[in-house]
Structures are given as C-alpha cells and as structure tokens.
DNA sequence: ACGAGGTCCTGCGAGC
DNA sequence: TGCTCGCAGGACCTCG
C-alpha cells in the first residue's frame, strides 16, 4: 500500500530510465481512476510529451512533461513499472495506463482495485494542489515543533491527525502505526494533549521509521512493487503493524487491534503506549 | 470543528 | 464445491 517510503522507492527507481524520454504513445484501459481530466484530453496531452523530471511528492509519483505533470497516487494497490518487453496476460489485465517510449520501454500504471488516481495539471493547478498538501515530514525544515503545532489544533485522535494529508505528508495507516508504538503514544489520544516532549519523540520517531523504510524499499504485503517490479523489505521490520493478538515486541504484552479511529485498523501495545 | 457513515473497487478468505 | 459476505485501504463527500 504505497505511502511515502513506497512511493519514494518507485520515482527512484524511474528516475533514471524516465528522464528525457518522450512518450510514443498512451494507452488507458479504465476512466475510473482519472480525476479532472477526460481520456481524450489526457491521451492527446500524454502523446509526444518529453519527461522532463519524476519525483515524489506526499504520496503522489509526478511525472513532469513539458507543460503539464501527470500526477498518479497508486493507492492501495497501484504499482509503477517500466518494462522493456510485451505484458504477459496475467500483468495487462490489470494494466491501466501505459506509455510507450521512444526507443522501446514502457511505463505500466497497474491498479487491481483501482482506487488509485490519475491527474494532469498544469502550472497553476498543480501549484494549489501541492500548496494544500502538507509539509514533507524528511524535509530539514520540517520540525518538532511544526508538528506540535499541527498537534495542538485538533481534538481528533493524534493517529488520524498524522495521517491527514493536510497536516503531514505522506503517512499512512502503517507507518503511523509503527510511529505512534516507536513514540510510545496511544493511537487514540487526542492530538492536542500531546506535550513538547511527545512532539519531538514522534517527530523523531516518523522520520526514523520513514527513512528507514525507504532504505529496505518499502513495505510489501501483497501488491506493492518498486519500479524494476521487486517486493520491498520493511515488512520483516514492523513492530506492530499486522501483529494484533501478538506479543509487543518490547514488553510482551499482547498487542491491540481495533478498528475505532477513523474505521482503520490501529495496532498498539496499551502497556508501551499512553 | 468534529464524528459518523457512505462511496469508490476487486481479490481473497471465512463461513455455511 | 460453490455460494455469499465482509474486509482491506485513502481521499473525498454529505449530514447532523
């Protein structure tokens, strides 16, 4: 399930093989992951553009074109991929966009459950979209006390404020779960009763997890890919994540699953985490 | 501002 | 075996 570290691993692995390489033709199998933009504007856009850059920004893979950027969230289930040869049946029946290059490659976007999302923007759109997306959380300027201030404004549960796209960038259902365990933080607290001190444990605790989920390549349970079409490795590194009923990893005590923030799963150790 | 709930989508595993 | 059902997930929406 692409979150930043995920998404990150994808554009780094593209970046290279993607850059300067313009696009012969797009294929685009479903409509039902475009947003704002119809088949037709978005092929016609698509064709003969050159890939000036690929990058990652929260949990988007942006690909820039000369004028537009073709901004895709793989969702729960999307993956990236080049390939230097025809899809085998199995792998073009999920195939939802698909860019031929010059000189023989291909970008496949698959998505079996499709709840990813496709956008192209021009300068402007893509100037608010990315001004109303919150700040990158491994950027230096991104601070323990930006996040605290973030903290301090909602009543909501602190799980749910970290994983709003509006406040942070990037994190997901997994990886808030391991940060909150890391911080020792219960998932479930109001965010604007954390103190200083919790600010700047899970600050710390967000870009450690993240940075090192990013060197293993991501966390793969089942349909993750980088961009070469690998499974990353961080899953045999989660603590609690995917682990209820099991014993936490630090005290023993068996951890928690509930569904009560926000109808996703949270995992914690109710011993480690306060 | 906040919580609750629905919507999108399909494969999979549980239960009968 | 063959069916139905609920779940997995993030973003966005409406309603109270």
Request: aromatic share 6%; with cysteine.
């Amino acid at each position: 399930m692409p979150e930043l570290p995920e998404v990150e691993t994808i554009v780094r692995d593209l970046r290279p093989t993607l850059v300067g390489r313009r696009i012969a033709k797009a294929h685009l199998s479903h409509e039902d992951v475009l947003r704002g933009v119809s088949r037709r504007r978005l092929l016609r856009r698509l064709t003969g553009n050159t890939i000036r850059d690929v990058y990652r920004r929260a949990k988007h893979a942006v690909l820039e074109l000369d004028t537009h950027r073709l901004v895709i969230q793989p969702g729960m289930t999307g993956s990236l991929i080049v390939y230097s040869r025809t899809l085998e049946p199995a792998e073009a029946r999920y195939a939802v966009l698909r860019l031929e290059l010059n000189r023989g490659d291909q970008l496949v976007y698959t998505d079996v459950r499709r709840l990813g999302t496709i956008l192209l923007l021009d300068q402007k759109q893509w100037l608010a979209y990315d001004r109303a997306i919150g700040p990158e959380p491994l950027d230096e300027d991104f601070s323990a006390e930006r996040l605290g201030r973030a903290l301090k404004r909602s009543r909501q549960a602190v799980k749910k404020v970290i994983m709003d796209q509006h406040h942070l960038a990037g994190v997901g259902n997994i990886y808030a779960n391991e940060a909150l365990f890391a911080a020792g933080i219960d998932p479930s607290k109001p965010a604007s009763r954390l103190g200083p001190e919790d600010h700047r444990r899970l600050h710390a605790e967000i870009r450690r997890i993240l940075t090192a989920a990013i060197r293993s390549n991501g966390t793969t349970f089942r349909d993750y890919r980088t961009g070469t079409g690998e499974s990353g490795n961080f899953q045999l590194e989660l603590l609690v994540y995917g682990r209820e009923g099991e014993p936490c990893r630090r005290c023993g005590t068996r951890l928690t699953g509930t569904h009560a923030i926000d109808a996703r799963i949270s995992v914690f150790c109710h011993r480690c985490q306060s």
